[in-house]
């Protein structure tokens, strides 16, 4: 995964912030218009960097051999033979539908004994249960009559033989519907089985069959490409590869065929962890947006708390101080002054001045400030997720990526092996005919 340096980020779309600009006119001291404020520009910390990459690391020979039994058919087989695959897989799709319907219609001939069976069995339990019920209360009210010794011991010896009797006959009734219930179930639920098991079996043979298709088509096509290397022309290539036996071009093409699966599976890790790189940066630019605009609303906030303490500490006191000053020049005028009128018209403007200041201005700014507050923390208490998604991504595309170049390795071994395959068998000498004379 490639390493990424500190960005700059600056968010654009962000929530409007309700500072509204057709106040400018009334409010002494009214927000700056959005393309006046400061940018803010922020950079990720040191702890967020991408990790670097992998170092390459050597296969042992244990984890040699667990790669090299590690694909199935199936992933050995891959997408090879696509039309004919399609073929028959249709065709055991119908033979499959074909035995659900003839074991579903056996099952439905098989279900009215099966419930018959159910209700014997479950009248002859409750029976059983009946006798064990009546036997404990029998017993009970003998303990509780009262006789005497001899006769309690004939009451419970007759009550015991009664019982004894009883669950005999239901008891071994109950078993035999038991298990004739199992038998049908048993016997319902093996065509089931044996229908799963058809169509599994005919999917694996069916996967099998072009496993060793493929087999015997690399198999011909690494001794034909290595023989062609080798200036062999056809007549040439053709006559060797005749005499070459099937046990030797079936272990050509098993590493021809676990060359290709680990080529697959290496493409396939090589893919997941470019989305995963992907999904990473993605989430680095979510947490850079979120390091942004937590620190404009901070300094919002912040230059919301000086307007306020400007207002209460200043402009404020100076226009209470000169409204004060005017009414006492007031007082000094005598009442038919023609500068009253004047002065008491500026008495009225400051007042409604110190009105706006106290009833508009001052809780407008605690709230603007108190919004921004709420927004950073909100962004605080998100950071830490972001925080563990990119971190998530970062250790998931490391670990896709190691796990391609651990593929990657393996693959140029089968590589190897195919090739040493092939030269083994080209230069091993000619087994003797037994078509001799004796």
Known sequence: MSERGPRHIVTQ????????????????????????????????????????????????????????????????????????????????E??????????????????????????????????????????????????QAGVSNRLLQ?????????????????GSRRDRRKQSLDTRVNRMNARTESVKSNHEKRRAETIAFYKAKKEKALARKSLRRELRSQGASWHETFAVMKDIPQSERKRIGEAALRVHASERSA??????????????????????????????????????????????????????????????????LPEDSPERSDLQVKI??????????????????????????????????????LQQIYQGHQETAARHSETAANQRRATQDYVNQRRTETNTVLNSEKEPSTHGNS
């Not at 009214?30 to 390459?56: K, R």
């Not at 004939?154 to 239901?170: F, G, P, V």
């Not at 300094?299 to 006191?317: F, G, M, R, W």
């Open 13 to 92: 779309d962000d929530e409007p912030i309700p500072n509204p600009d057709t106040n400018q006119d009334q409010l002494p001291f009214g927000p700056q218009p959005e393309a006046e404020q400061s940018t803010i520009v922020v950079q990720p910390p040191e702890e967020y960097a991408a990790p670097p990459e992998a170092t390459e690391q050597l296969l042992t020979l244990e984890q040699q051999q667990d790669a090299a039994n590690r694909f199935n058919d199936a992933e050995l087989l891959g997408r090879s033979y696509p039309v004919r695959r399609l073929v028959k897989t249709i065709g055991n």
């Open 94 to 143: 119908r033979v499959h539908a074909w035995e659900s319907a003839k074991a579903g219609v056996a099952n439905a001939w098989d279900t009215p004994g099966k419930l018959i069976r159910q209700g014997l069995h479950d009248r002859a339990s409750r029976k059983v249960d009946e006798i064990n019920a009546n036997h404990k209360a029998e017993r009970e009210a003998a303990l």
């Open 154 to 170: 004939h009451r419970l010896s007759r009550i015991d033989k009664k019982y004894n009797r009883k669950k005999a006959k239901w």
């Open 267 to 332: 493409r396939s890790s090589e893919r997941s962890a470019k989305q995963s790189d992907r999904y990473a940066s993605s989430a680095e630019n979510s947490l850079l947006a979120n390091f942004a605009k937590s620190e404009r609303l901070a300094n919002q906030a912040k230059e919301a708390d000086q307007t306020i303490d400007a207002i209460t500490s200043v402009h404020l006191p100076e226009a209470r101080a000169s409204l004060d000053a005017l009414q006492e020049q007031l007082g000094q």
């Open 348 to 385: 009225q403007e400051t007042e409604d001045k110190i009105k706006v200041y106290e009833e508009r201005e001052l809780p407008y700014w605690h709230s603007v400030a108190k919004k921004y507050r709420e927004q950073v923390n909100t962004l605080l208490s998100e950071r830490a997720s």
